[in-house]
């Protein structure tokens, strides 16, 4: 992994890219929201208040800011089990995501998805999916429905799928990427490869680890951007979704990042080389792009500190606001079971008879 | 508490005699155990225990026949003790009825729910009697004793038993591996309805009051058991049927030489064959190949039966009683012995189940152990048939010219007209004298 | 009396009833659209979608290439954008590599999603055995699916059926596994004109009778009809549940119905342990206990990965003289020489 080639350009001391400061300061309080969301769901899962398993966006930061940057609301988001960032970017607030965390009736799913299915049909957020790659193959057909919906243009919608470097070993990767090859769908892929499937290296895991290259099998471009870089992280995800949406062109796009700590709350990640650890940690982009706009003087000292405090702020709120929540009512266990309703569709609880003895 | 009343034990009965105290006053009484020994017209039943106590009172005294629900001891804490033998049938149980009309069953259970009761009360216990005293009536009756043994029944001929007071345990189920069924249930009720059907004799009719029976010095007016009842009232019924007697005589000279080969080779499993199992058998393997005579007159209809069931009439002390060899065509002789020595010992104890005594399609009555030579016996209805048996008698016969002495019996067979005319029933009769002069043919 | 219409019949096969319905949903709704390996050019393997690629093109008849995993999520997506997609599942056998998309996928997420989004698919797929195609191509895996929440899963057993149902699943909000059998496509019925609309989750009483009940379904339902007029010609009157639905059961028909007879057998292709068969046994245990007059008896196919050779094939699945046979054993009944 530290042979890992690296993309990104130095950082210049004018505003990085020429970007507008405005849009600079909205990315870092973007990164600064998800930083202080994750470590402190980290806390709340040592507290107890989290259950189940919970996969933090700590270290992917700029990628997570970039590729929210460049999707539009039209647009539709799959994604893996590591979500946070995505749901609070894609405007869910910090509260109801929060609250799915905690199992409430207020979280985004009304606590039934929990961390890992966070959901959201008004901004689009397709999920949040458990299984490794369960994502693509829905995702791959949410980009069949919208071919035959609408025609092709820059105001047609498309998606954008989330996976990791791990999940392009599965079949259904290569199922998929098939597919949106073959009937050329609006469809971006993008493989948020952090170098580490749990604790296995893309090197051992891939017999091609450049996993970009993967796409040249289907048609499809392949494009590779570093992931702490939240500009050229958008501007890759822009183009990618320009050419899905006007050209019905699917695009790979393999995002290079780091992930700060073990692969979920409860890994300490010793797998990981202390050389290798400090690598991530120097690459952390939330510090490094925050220093960056404070060099570029878009940031004071004093502007970011404030930023960070009200982030922490926004974030305790939504903790409060979980925490005050009520549990889901237990009569409403059935409640979603089914769309359609259905004659003798199951009810009993444990141990309760199947049906009245007659 | 409530009293233990006479429960009802099967679907017919309305009274049943106490005919043995099994429990005496100053007992202690376990929920189960048996109070005493109640005859119905069926059969002998154990009077259960519905609560733990001590026995107060005998309210009836053994011999009583008592109508169902009403009290026949009291069961209490031990501080209400009366000794000595109360009145039969005491008159003021009847006084109590509606108090005590609710089941023992239901009066019982909530006991079980709120508190297993000591095993001993002492006698400054707390009274628990709310619960006791406020029976919730539900009209289910316990009606069958706890079960003794294994008895294998499907649920639904459980519940049909329940429904009509049907103690399964009197039942012997012809299912796969035993089981009791829906049908042997539905045979059974059907068994009780037929005997339901003809009027029961009032007590007053057989139980002459003892105040009459004093009076007459000259005689006794002995009590008649429920079983002596039935009997006569299906004897008196079957006198109504037209009916005609056959009789031959058999030479038993081989198949008594083939009862002592028999016996000889069963010596190792302890089993003895007799004359009478042989002419069970005989009878059950000529009823196969005269399925016109293993028949029964069914208002209107004449019944065939499928199975070979013979009846073999017992005495007993109390009445006559006949047990049913049932399939005794399927059976080998030897099984057909031992199966009618133990009907014949439960008879005679008194332990004979309905089952055992009901679905028999022919009878045979033996006296000749008493001497008698030959005898008509009267038809067990609806069966079309029923043989008599007398003793085996040394005749004088001349065979290659010599005079010999040969060991002979006469039977007689009683034949149904109804159901059966002259030539049919001789057939059937000559058949079954040569299955038992050649009585090789009675095993093939 | 009422005013009510009794509409003309037709007798189609099993086969006409799908692709008519098939046709007639994707003329009636231009969210339908039909999704599988060979169902267009090639006309499907079993020949349901002959003719519908023609008329609706390849947008509404799309040919996928081998690709279950992908093909079954893909129509999953298109679902969850308000797409009405029939997969065909060239076989059942085949479905267990779009498992994790079917179980995983499929029957969750509206309930994980609290409600967020609906899943309107069917999966239509056709099982059984008995054509010699070996262990891998001869399964009833109808089990799997009816074992999962969120799943509804319907069999099927007449061209009416057939046709009503198929109806209804398309129409359904949720993903519907839809069970064919190989044996039952030129199967003839009586077909109603007009559309017919069944109601998933409930099971017909499609013979009565009062001495023993054969729940079955699918093309165990024929062989139980089968049986039960041969066995009424003995005297014996039988009842003949068809589930219909596997899941949801309509335990209450079921019960019903032994409620009446005391005396249940059931009739799967699928191997016994753990099957549809056990899950009535239970049912029949809760809810007629008291009324029954015999153990429960499964009648199921032997518990081996099937042969190809006819005779071991034959040996292994369960037949029509199996099930009387089982029937007689209930009741009690001495065989007759036919029966093997």
């Given amino acids: 992994m530290a042979a890992k080639a690296r993309t990104r350009p130095k950082a210049e001391v004018e505003a990085p890219g020429g970007e507008p400061a405005d849009t600079l300061r909205g990315y870092y309080e973007q990164m600064s929201l998800v930083r202080a969301f994750e470590l402190r769901s980290s806390e709340m899962y040592a507290r107890a208040k989290i259950g189940g398993y919970c996969h933090l966006n700590l270290g992917e930061e700029a990628t997570v800011v970039g590729l929210m940057a460049a999707i539009e609301a039209r647009d539709y988001l799959f994604t893996g089990y590591r979500d946070h960032g995505y749901a609070l970017l894609r405007g869910l607030s910090p509260e109801r995501v929060m609250a799915e965390l905690f199992g409430k009736v207020t979280g985004v799913s009304g606590g039934r998805g929990g961390s890992m299915h966070l959901f959201d049909a008004e901004t689009r957020l397709f999920g949040g999916y458990g299984i490794v790659g369960g994502q693509i193959p829905p995702a791959t057909g949410a980009a069949l429905a919208l071919k035959y919906q609408a025609a092709a243009g820059p105001d047609a919608a498309a998606v954008m799928c989330l996976l990791g470097d791990g999940t392009t070993n599965i079949g259904a990767f290569h199922e998929s990427l098939n597919l949106a090859g073959l009937w050329k769908l609006p469809i971006v892929y993008v493989i948020v490869n952090n170098g580490l499937g749990m604790g296995t290296t893309v090197e051992k895991a891939s017999a091609e680890p450049d996993l970009y290259k993967r796409a040249a099998s289907y048609r499809m471009p392949g494009v590779r951007v570093d992931g702490d870089d939240v500009l050229a992280v958008r501007d890759a995800a822009r183009d990618a979704l320009k050419q899905a949406r006007e050209q019905r062109q699917p695009v790979l796009l393999e995002v290079m990042c780091y992930r700060l700590r073990g692969h979920s709350v409860v890994d300490p990640a010793r797998y990981r080389s202390p050389e290798d650890t400090t690598i991530a940690q120097e690459s952390d982009p939330v510090p490094s792009f925050r220093a960056e706009l404070i060099a570029a003087g878009v940031l004071s000292e004093a502007d970011a500190a404030t930023i960070d405090e009200t982030c922490d702020a926004r974030v305790s709120e939504a903790v409060t606001f979980a925490d005050e929540s009520p549990e889901p009512d237990v009569d409403d266990l059935f409640a979603y079971v089914y769309a359609s309703k259905v004659a003798n569709a199951p009810s009993a609880l444990p141990g309760e008879p199947v049906m009245d003895a007659l | 508490m409530p009293d233990v009343i006479m429960p009802r034990l099967s679907d017919t009965m309305e009274e049943g005699e106490l005919s043995r105290w099994m429990k005496q006053v100053g007992d202690e009484i376990h929920k189960g155990d048996v109070l005493a020994e109640i005859e119905t017209d069926k059969a002998t039943m154990d009077l259960e225990a519905f609560d733990n106590g001590i026995l107060e009172q005998h309210l009836v005294a053994a011999g009583a026949l008592v109508p169902i629900g009403e009290p026949v001891a009291r069961i209490g804490d031990g501080s209400n003790i009366v000794t000595g033998s109360a009145a039969p049938a005491a008159p003021t149980a009847v006084a109590d009825k509606a108090a005590v009309v609710a089941p023992p069953a239901d009066a019982a259970a909530p006991v079980a729910a709120a508190a297993p009761a000591p095993a001993a009360p002492a006698p400054t216990a707390t009274p628990t009697g709310e619960l006791r005293t406020s029976p919730t009536p539900t009209g289910e009756l316990r009606t069958s004793p706890a079960p003794t043994g294994e008895l294998r029944t499907s649920p639904l001929a459980r519940k049909i038993g329940r429904e009509h007071g049907i103690d399964l345990h009197t039942i012997a189920g012809t299912g796969p591996q035993g089981r009791i069924t829906r049908t042997d249930v539905d045979t059974a009720i059907l068994a009780q309805a037929s005997v339901a059907a003809v009027p029961a004799p009032t007590p007053a009719a057989v139980v002459p009051t003892s105040a009459a029976a004093s009076a007459a010095a000259d005689s006794v007016d002995v009590p008649v058991s429920r079983i002596r009842a039935v009997t006569a009232r299906r004897l008196t019924e079957s006198q109504a049927v037209p009916h005609f007697f056959l009789t031959s005589v058999v030479n038993v000279e081989r198949l008594v030489d083939f009862r002592a080969e028999v016996n000889e080779s069963l010596a190792a499993l302890g089993t003895k064959v007799s004359l009478n199992d042989l002419f069970v058998r005989a009878s059950a393997v000529a009823l196969r190949a005269h399925p016109e005579v293993n028949a029964s007159w069914g208002d209107g209809v004449i019944r065939r039966h499928h199975h070979v069931n013979v009846g073999v009439a017992v005495a007993t002390d109390d009445g006559l009683l006949v047990p049913v060899v049932t399939d005794a065509d399927q059976k080998s002789l030897g099984a057909i012995a031992v199966e009618t020595r133990a009907l014949a010992g439960l008879a005679r104890t008194g332990g004979l189940s309905l089952g055992q005594m009901t679905g028999g399609t022919f009878t045979i009555s033996n006296l000749g152990m008493f001497g008698i030579d030959s005898f008509t016996a009267v038809l067990n209805p609806p069966e079309a048939g029923i043989l008599a048996i007398g003793a085996a008698t040394d005749v004088p016969a001349v065979r290659d010219g010599v005079l010999v002495s040969l060991p002979t019996v006469k039977i007689t067979l009683t034949v149904d007209h109804r159901v059966l005319d002259g030539a049919v029933a001789a057939a059937f009769l000559r058949d079954l004298v040569t299955l038992l002069e050649e009585p090789l043919r009675i095993v093939l | ?340």
């Fill in chain 3, 1 to 340: 009396m009422t005013d009510k219409v009794v509409p003309a019949t037709r007798t189609i096969t099993y086969r006409q009833a799908l692709n008519e319905t098939l046709r007639y949903e994707l003329e009636h709704d231009e969210k339908v659209f039909l999704i599988g390996e060979e169902i267009g050019v090639f006309e499907g393997s079993y020949k349901i979608t002959a003719g519908l690629l023609e008329d609706f093109g390849p947008d509404r008849v799309l040919d996928a290439p081998i690709a279950e995993e992908g093909f079954v999520g893909a129509a999953l997506g298109a679902a969850m954008l308000g797409m009405r997609p029939v997969v065909e599942i060239m076989t059942i056998n085949f479905s267990l590599i779009a498992i994790d998309q079917i179980v995983n996928h499929a029957a969750k997420m509206r309930s994980m999603f609290a409600g967020q989004v609906s899943i309107p698919l069917v999966i239509r797929m056709p099982g059984g055995g008995g054509q010699q195609l070996a262990a891998t191509h001869s399964q009833n895996l109808e089990v799997w699916y009816a074992h999962i929440p969120g799943l509804k899963v319907v069999a099927p057993s007449t061209p009416a059926d057939a046709k009503a149902l198929l109806t209804a699943a398309i129409r359904d909000d949720d993903p519907v596994i839809f069970l064919e059998n190989l044996s039952l496509y030129s199967a003839k019925g009586e077909v109603p004109d007009g559309e017919q609309i069944a109601e998933i989750g409930k099971a017909a009483v499609v013979k009565t009778g009062t001495d023993l009940t054969i729940v079955s379904y699918s093309r165990g339902t024929t062989t139980a009809l089968e049986v039960a007029h041969q066995l009424e010609a003995e005297g014996l009157s039988i009842e003949v549940v068809d589930l219909r639905s596997l899941r949801p059961l309509d335990r209450d028909t079921i019960c019903a119905s032994v409620r009446k007879t005391g005396h249940a057998v059931v009739f799967e292709d699928d191997w016994l342990s753990y099957g549809i068969g056990a899950e009535i046994s239970a049912t029949i245990g809760e809810g007629v206990f008291d009324f029954l007059d015999a153990p429960v008896r499964r009648v199921a196919a032997a518990e081996v990965p099937l042969p190809y050779a006819k005779a071991l094939e034959r040996a292994a699945l369960p037949s029509a003289a199996d099930l009387a046979r089982v029937v007689r054993e209930v009741l009690n009944i001495s065989s007759t020489p036919n029966d093997k």
